[in-house]
Nanobody
């Protein structure tokens, strides 16, 4: 059983930055960040595989960077040039013989 705990959410003004972190209780293979805006479905924001390959949603390319520290079993999401439409609950995802989700962290961007 893998436990994922997110941190780093908060309220910032448009144009600002935030760094999210997700601590995993065990090493996982693939990890990702998803987000869910009010009234919308959860969507994939960024993904990183076991070899360090990454994928970004078009809406965040060039602004967000996903990374992982394998020693610390921690996933990060550096978010720059934030926009009001980035507002939502951000969830950490990990895969290790199954799918695991964190509890989510709220990110609110004010205009």
């Amino acid at each position: 059983q893998v436990q994922l705990v997110e941190s780093g959410g908060g309220l910032v003004q448009a144009g600002g930055s935030l760094r999210l972190a997700c601590a995993a209780s065990l090493g996982v293979v693939n990890m990702a960040w998803h987000r869910q805006a009010p009234g919308k479905q959860r969507e994939l924001v960024a993904f990183i595989n076991d070899l360090g390959g990454t994928y970004y949603a078009d809406s965040v390319k060039g602004r967000f960077t996903i990374s992982r520290d394998r020693v610390k079993n921690t996933l990060y999401l550096q978010m720059n040039s934030l926009k009001p439409e980035d507002t939502g609950v951000y969830y950490c995802y990990g895969r290790k013989n199954g799918d695991y989700w964190g509890q989510g962290t709220q990110v609110t961007i004010s205009s």
